[in-house]
């Protein structure tokens, strides 16, 4: 009996992980973490550096990024130890369609039964499982889940009083998306960005059958995101924005509140635009070779 239960767990593990094939630098990204408050109704319930923000209402919450599929339980755990419950989560929304931060979306659907809500490019590589990327192929494949509502560009989000507008900041992803909102804290209003990825991990810039115009794409990326006015930088991965030593710091009740940083916003966007050109430029001239 032991020997048979063992053996559907042991089936079980295995076909989950048939969609996630993660590898030791990504498992490194995917350690617990302690959940907390960032700003007014702002919570972090993701893992190390795979980033999930639970936005909270009077009217249920909305979820922002899923993480892996083996990020779930701790986001799971992570609700609950804010006092908030997983079942009133009804908005699932995304970033972009990577297994590092989709993996869960399908398994999240379906224990809140929470609407998702994505870009239509996005929507196309989540109803893939993320097959058919146009930079990693089928290697980084996921449960497939299907979007309930499409967002174009500017589109809000709207919930019990909060307003999530979505920008198309597109080359990461077809539809990798940048959330804008506002909180309040101590009397005062601020603008949240939760800016999409603005990085190419080994892209192919130059001559990309699968995405011709991804320079485009990127160059109009960084022009949005310029022109967003931002107070409170969040983003998908903890390293693009001080997660851990930011964390530490509210943890010991540091005032003002060190999300505070449209500093650190300006920075990131110089960093990766600059990343991205000096890498367009060396592709560009290795194919003159
Ligand atoms: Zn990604």
């Known amino acids: 009996m032991r020997a048979t239960l063992l053996c559907l767990l042991f089936i079980l593990l295995c076909s989950t992980n048939g969609f996630a094939q993660a590898d030791e630098?990504?498992?490194?990204?995917?350690?617990?973490?302690?959940?907390?408050?960032?700003?007014?109704?702002?919570?972090?319930?993701?893992?190390?550096?795979?980033?999930?923000?639970?936005?909270?209402?009077?009217?249920g919450h909305i979820l922002l990024d899923s993480g892996f599929l083996e990020t779930v339980p701790q986001i799971q755990q992570n609700v609950v130890q804010l006092g908030f419950r997983l079942e009133d989560v009804k908005i699932l929304i995304n970033s972009h369609a990577h297994y590092d931060h989709a993996g869960g979306l399908a398994l999240l659907k379906r224990l809140t039964g929470a609407t998702l809500m994505t870009s239509e490019a996005d929507a196309a590589l989540l109803s893939a499982g993320g097959k058919g990327d146009p930079n990693f192929g089928d290697r980084f494949a996921f449960e497939p889940v299907k979007a309930d509502r499409i967002l174009r560009d500017g589109d809000k989000v709207e919930l019990g009083g909060v307003t999530m507008v979505a920008r198309l900041t597109p080359g990461h992803t077809k539809g990798n998306t940048t959330w804008t909102t506002t909180v309040k804290e101590d009397k005062q209003r601020y603008n949240v960005v939760f800016a999409g990825s603005t990085t190419t991990p080994g892209y192919k810039l130059v001559n990309n059958p699968s995405y011709p115009n991804i320079v485009e794409d990127y160059r109009r990326t960084f022009r949005v995101l310029k022109s967003l006015h931002c107070d409170v930088f969040l983003a998908p991965h903890g390293n693009f924005f001080e997660l851990a030593?930011?964390?530490?710091?509210?943890?010991?009740?540091?005032k003002p509140n060190p999300f505070v940083d449209s500093k650190g916003y300006k920075q990131f966007i110089e960093d990766t635009e600059n990343a991205f050109e000096k890498e367009l430029q060396r592709q560009s001239s290795q194919k003159l070779n």
């Open 245 to 254: 030593t930011k964390s530490k710091l509210i943890e010991q009740g540091k």
């Open 25 to 59: 630098t990504s498992r490194s990204w995917n350690q617990p973490v302690k959940p907390f408050r960032i700003i007014g109704n702002i919570y972090y319930v993701g893992a190390s550096d795979i980033a999930s923000y639970l936005i909270v209402t009077p009217k």
